[in-house]
């Protein structure tokens, strides 16, 4: 088995920052991917940002040069620090990793998300 636990998560005032951490643990042999991921009231669930394990970063256009992601291998876990935050960003943010399973198996595994309320 798999769990992800997330933690960071909180209300702040426009302009502020947080930092979101991941850590996996359970039977994993690999992970091949590691993201996070967003869901505001009445919109569709986005992806803010993904690492690969080559270490290739990706950003949703809405927080590029603000969110950082950043990977620790060895302990299994993916960061997002998020500075100047905007009203807008206030969401659930759930991370998700691609791993590969002590029994060879694919799958995407997810934690079970994070409240970040941003005020004006």
């Known amino acids: 088995q798999v769990q992800l636990v997330e933690s960071g998560g909180g209300l702040v005032q426009a302009g502020g920052s947080l930092r979101l951490s991941c850590a996996a643990s359970?039977?994993?042999?690999?992970?091949?991917?590691m993201g996070w991921y967003r869901q505001a009231p009445g919109k569709q669930r986005e992806l803010v940002a993904h690492?690969?394990?080559?270490?290739?970063?990706n950003y949703a256009d809405s927080v590029k040069g603000r969110f950082t992601i950043s990977r620790d291998t060895a302990k299994n876990a993916v960061y997002l620090q998020m500075n100047n935050l905007k009203p807008e960003d206030t969401a659930v943010y759930f991370c998700?990793?691609?791993?590969?399973?002590?029994?060879?198996?694919?799958?995407?595994?997810w934690g079970q998300g994070t409240q970040v309320t941003v005020s004006s």
């Open positions: 690492t690969t394990s080559g270490g290739s970063t």
């Open positions: 359970g039977s994993i042999f690999s992970i091949n991917g």
């Open positions: 998700q990793m691609r791993i590969i399973s002590l029994r060879g198996l694919l799958g995407n595994y």
